[in-house]
T-cell receptor, first 115, second 114 residues
Framework: AQSVSQHNHHVILSEAASLELGCNYS??????LFWYVQYPGQHLQLLLK??????LVKGIKGFEAEFIKSKFSFNLRKPSVQWSDTAEYFC?????????????FGSGTKLNVKP | ETGVTQSPTHLIKTRGQQVTLRCSSQSGHNTVSWYQQALGQGPQFIFQYYREEENGRGNFPPRFSGLQFPNYSSELNVNALELDDSALYLCASSQPTGSLGEQYFGPGTRLTVT
């Protein structure tokens, strides 16, 4: 079975600081990769996704993530965070080329941006 | 376009009881997945329904069961509740595009078992 590891459980940054959240997965086959965000009091929503092609993907609100196949990683980045980025971030993986859309989630990283 | 809705928002049950949680999928989506999110954890896959049939299951015991109806809404039933079943239960719907399908999540049902 797949597993997804998020190394940072809680990150505290000041506004304008740069962000990088780590995500590693265990599956050796073709995967699709996702980052979801959960703002306080809101649903999980998709931030960005990678299926194939350019390993650097851009998402909403200035976020981007880079897929490094050799490292089984899909780290999330943002050059300059804002107070409104305070949220919990989840990395998720599913098996590519499958009819079965089962997601494996990491345990999440809580980001607290100080104004 | 109506998003994914879940009911109830929260409920409290006693150990040994049974509970039914409900989910209405987003318009146009015929695939529904259920997840359990314990405190401090990421969502854990329970099972998925496609066209009213179970289309895969995670590592949960048979006392977790589900249904999908012709309008694609879904129920999650949990029998013989245990204290460890206390969690946020999330429903997610998606279009029938296999693994490429983005999942749209509902707000969840917070279940507390005492």
């Amino acid at each position: 079975a797949q597993s997804v590891s998020q190394h940072n459980h809680h990150v505290i940054l000041s506004e304008a600081a740069s962000l990088e959240l780590g995500c590693n997965y265990s599956y050796g086959g073709t995967v699709n990769l996702f980052w979801y965000v959960q703002y306080p009091g809101q649903h999980l929503q998709l931030l960005l996704k990678y299926f194939s092609g350019d390993p650097l993907v851009k998402g909403i609100k200035g976020f981007e993530a880079e897929f490094i196949k050799s490292k089984f990683s899909f780290n999330l980045r943002k050059p300059s965070v804002q107070w409104s980025d305070t949220a919990e971030y989840f990395c998720a993986v599913n098996e590519g080329k499958s009819n079965f859309n089962k997601f494996y989630f990491g345990s999440g990283t809580k980001l607290n941006v100080k104004p | 376009e109506t998003g994914v809705t879940q009911s109830p928002t929260h409920l409290i049950k006693t150990r040994g009881q049974q509970v039914t949680l409900r989910c209405s999928s987003q318009s146009g989506h015929n695939t529904v997945s259920w997840y359990q999110q314990a405190l401090g954890q990421g969502p854990q896959f329970i099972f998925q329904y496609y066209r009213e049939e179970e289309n895969g299951r995670g590592n949960f015991p048979p006392r977790f069961s589900g249904l999908q109806f012709p309008n694609y809404s879904s129920e999650l039933n949990v029998n013989a509740l245990e204290l460890d079943d206390s969690a946020l239960y999330l429903c997610a719907s998606s279009q029938p595009t296999g693994s490429l399908g983005e999942q749209y999540f509902g707000p969840g049902t917070r279940l507390t078992v005492t």
